[in-house]
Structures are given as structure tokens and as C-alpha cells.
């Protein structure tokens, strides 16, 4: 059993401050943790071989382990070109990744289910198994793994399947726990199915609750939701290969309803499980609403500037009192205890 897992921060978090890696990088280190996953990178040397080699640099220099990688990466249609697309989208992850120093290029298939393309999850799993096979010896000869963030798209056991019909040896789960409510999973759930692929462990809390319409789920700072994060580390720590946990708050969204009640939307989710949707339920039954302050405003459209400044100011304190909480709460990090 692992006795302590090291701590990080996932700059998607913090992306309110615009901040370019090589700052990001002294933030994580000014608060004394061992990682940094750079995801979703707006540096506008995110493409340039000589950014990466600073990037990793930078890294070495304050003894940080970094990670990074693209985004959804399924083809969009049947047509090769679209398939030729993604595979060169994984190659380029493998390249940038080896020169910022990287062992992994995170990606997921689709932003959500409705963003998938037509046909059925199955369909949709053989084809990003297959994508992924293309590029299978060019990974691991460069000593890279694939990680396929648990994201809005695909259940977790479905997740579990594009790991393991790739090839465990070159693609593992980027577990993350803030994901799993929009497909109406637990999260606990979802670490119990995707621990064992780990290669990462990113934290996000939710609350999760009844309402008219359905069930309610929204993204709150860590430790203020529902999520159990003490029986989480603590099955991690009994399932997990040795891995970094990187806090991961994203907040300042208004609640979304799943209108799990309506036969139209439920459509979309035929391959749920009825012991997993119980297991959902049981969780919206211990749930209410966020009672405390937040600002709403990390939606779609231009943020009027008072706002964004708030925004900013939230995003940078909820993720500092993240890492409070991964620290004395959960008993997260090596670095910062001197």
C-alpha cells in the first residue's frame, strides 16, 4: 500500500490569470509542491522546441515533476482524413512531451456526450482503440504513456475498456473525480474502476442534489462538497500504482441539471448501468445546494472586468485553499514538509 502520494496542482484551475508555464511553475513551487500538470497551456510557445526545453528546465530546477498533454482527440467522422488527424494530433503530444519532460500526454475523446460523433459508445470505443494502436511503438519508444482523462463522454467502465484494448502499457487513466457526476456516476465509483490504470489522480469536489427536474450537480471547492476525498485517498492509496495527486478545482459554474427523469435524455445514456445509476442516486439523497459564496460567472461570453477580477481572485484562492486541504486534511505532499 502507498504510504504518501506526492502533490500538484492542475493549472486549468487557475487559467482566470492568464499566466504563461514558465510562471506557472514558480506558483507551484512558491507553494511548495512536487508537481505541475500544465494542461490546456496558453503560452505562446506551447509549439516551439526551444519553449519546451525551458518549460523542462524550469521544472528540473525546482524539482517539480511535470506533466502535460492536448485535448479530445477522437475523429470526428469516418473519413480518414479525420482519422489521420488524430493520430497526428497523439504524435504531437508525443513529441512535446518528451522535450518539456513529460512521461505523459494527457487526451480524452470528446468534450461530452453530445459533442461524440454519431453511433453508439461502443463504436466510438473501437475507434479511439484503434487510433491509439497506430501510435503504440512510437510511445513506448519514447517512453510515454497516453492519458485518457475519465471525461464527459464515456462511463467509467467504458473508459476502462479504451485503456485496456489499446494496451495498458502505453495508455493509463488520467482519474479524475470532478468528471464522473455529469455522467451520473459517483466518483468513488470511478476510482474503484480506473485506479488500478492510474498513471494520475486529480481532484475536484461537487455537490450533488434533487431538484425539480431532475438532479442537480455543480463544481465547488475541495473539501466543501460531497465527495468523501478521505475514502477516496485511502482507496487510492490501496488500488493506485504509485502516482502524483494534483488538486484541481473548478468553480464559479452554476449548477446543471440532469434531467434524469426524461425519457429523451436518458436516451442518450442506454449503457448505464441500473446498480451504478442507484449508486448516483444514493449520493443526490446526502446532497443539497452550495450555501456559501461564489461567484457565477465562469460561463460562455465575454465576462463584464469587475467580475473577471473576482473571478480571478476566486480561482486563485480556491485553489490555494485546495492545497491547504490536500495538505492538512488528506495528508497530500512530500516537499512542503520540509
Not at 519532460?101 to 484503434?130: F, N, Q, Y
Not at 463522454?153 to 470532478?178: M, N, P
Not at 455522467?183 to 481532484?203: F, I, S
Not at 455543480?218 to 488538486?247: H, R, S, T
Amino acid at each position: 500500500m502507498i504510504d504518501r502520494f506526492p502533490l500538484g496542482l492542475n493549472t486549468y484551475s487557475i487559467r482566470a490569470l492568464r499566466w504563461n508555464d514558465l510562471p506557472l511553475i514558480e506558483y507551484a513551487a512558491s507553494l511548495k509542491l512536487d508537481a505541475i500538470f500544465l494542461q490546456d497551456s496558453i503560452d505562446p510557445g506551447i509549439n516551439d522546441p526551444a519553449h519546451w526545453k525551458e518549460v523542462k528546465d524550469a521544472a528540473k530546477r525546482h524539482g517539480l515533476w511535470l506533466g502535460t498533454g492536448g485535448s479530445a482527440v477522437l475523429p470526428r467522422t469516418d473519413e480518414q482524413a479525420e482519422f489521420d488527424r488524430s493520430v497526428k494530433l497523439l504524435r504531437d503530444g508525443i513529441k512535446r512531451a518528451v522535450g518539456m519532460g513529460s512521461p505523459l500526454v494527457r487526451m480524452l475523446l470528446a468534450g461530452d456526450r453530445d459533442h461524440l460523433p454519431p453511433g453508439p459508445p461502443e463504436k466510438h470505443i473501437a475507434t479511439m482503440i484503434k487510433v491509439l494502436r497506430v501510435v503504440r511503438t512510437e510511445a513506448l519508444d519514447a517512453g510515454i504513456k497516453f492519458a485518457v482523462e475519465n471525461h464527459k463522454e464515456l462511463l467509467c467502465w467504458e473508459t476502462r475498456q479504451v485503456i485496456e484494448g489499446a494496451g495498458k502499457e502505453f495508455v493509463g487513466s488520467y482519474l479524475d473525480t470532478g468528471n464522473p457526476v455529469f455522467v451520473m456516476e459517483d466518483p468513488m465509483q470511478t476510482v474503484e474502476t480506473l485506479g488500478p490504470l492510474a498513471v494520475m489522480l486529480h481532484l475536484r469536489d461537487s455537490v450533488v442534489y434533487e431538484t425539480r427536474g431532475g438532479i442537480a450537480v455543480q463544481w465547488v471547492p475541495l473539501g466543501e462538497g460531497v465527495v468523501d476525498f478521505k475514502a477516496i485517498i485511502a482507496k487510492a492509496k490501496e488500488i493506485c500504482p504509485p502516482i502524483a495527486v494534483f488538486i484541481k478545482p473548478i468553480t464559479g459554474r452554476p449548477p446543471a441539471i440532469q434531467p434524469v427523469w426524461d425519457r429523451e435524455f436518458m436516451k442518450k445514456y442506454s449503457d448505464v448501468r441500473a446498480a451504478d445509476f442507484a449508486r448516483f442516486l444514493a449520493l443526490a439523497k446526502k446532497g443539497g445546494p452550495y450555501e456559501r459564496h461564489m461567484v457565477i460567472e465562469d460561463v460562455p461570453g465575454k465576462t463584464p472586468e469587475p467580475l473577471a477580477a473576482a473571478l480571478t481572485f476566486q480561482q486563485k484562492e480556491h485553489m490555494e485553499r485546495g492545497v491547504e486541504y490536500g495538505k492538512k486534511v488528506l495528508d497530500l505532499g512530500i516537499k512542503w514538509r520540509g
